[in-house]
């Protein structure tokens, strides 16, 4: 069986096929510019997205200072505990390197993620304490 151009075949027979960093760019491009038009609609305020490619946080931290943006709003995971001890955490490092206003927020996916992981817990602990979950 032929493998694609830059793929490697493991052991066990699966194929690593690496990323296309221009195709990630684009399909990011056309995010940001999804997000900027929301954004444009909702608010009288200039407003200008951008893809670079690199490091995260000194990546952000660059450009942020290239372009003399007034505030960087960024999406978090908020992960915790070893996830983020163990991964880090880009918007610490970001908050860390750059000299402006950083907006943090969390994604209502992730919200709701994480609300019905919480509900998920609380029903199997309630379960295993032979109590009625609620």
Known sequence: MPTLKGSVRRPNGDTIV????????????A????????????SAQPTAGRVAY??????IG??????RADVIAMATHGRGGIA???MGSVA??????????VLM??????????QVSQT???????????????
């Open 92 to 101: 610490t490092r970001t908050l860390q390197q750059v000299n402006v206003p």
């Open 84 to 86: 983020r001890f163990v």
């Open 18 to 29: 690496p990323p296309d960093p221009e195709q990630e760019i684009a399909e990011a491009q």
């Open 54 to 59: 690199g490091e995260a946080a000194a990546t």
């Open 120 to 134: 998920d817990d609380a029903r199997r602990v309630g379960a295993a304490g032979g109590q009625r979950a609620k």
């Open 31 to 42: 995010y940001v510019d999804r997000v900027v038009s929301e954004l444009r609609t909702l």
């Open 62 to 67: 660059d450009v942020a200072g290239e372009c």
């Open 105 to 114: 927020y969390r994604p209502a996916a992730v919200r709701d993620e994480r």
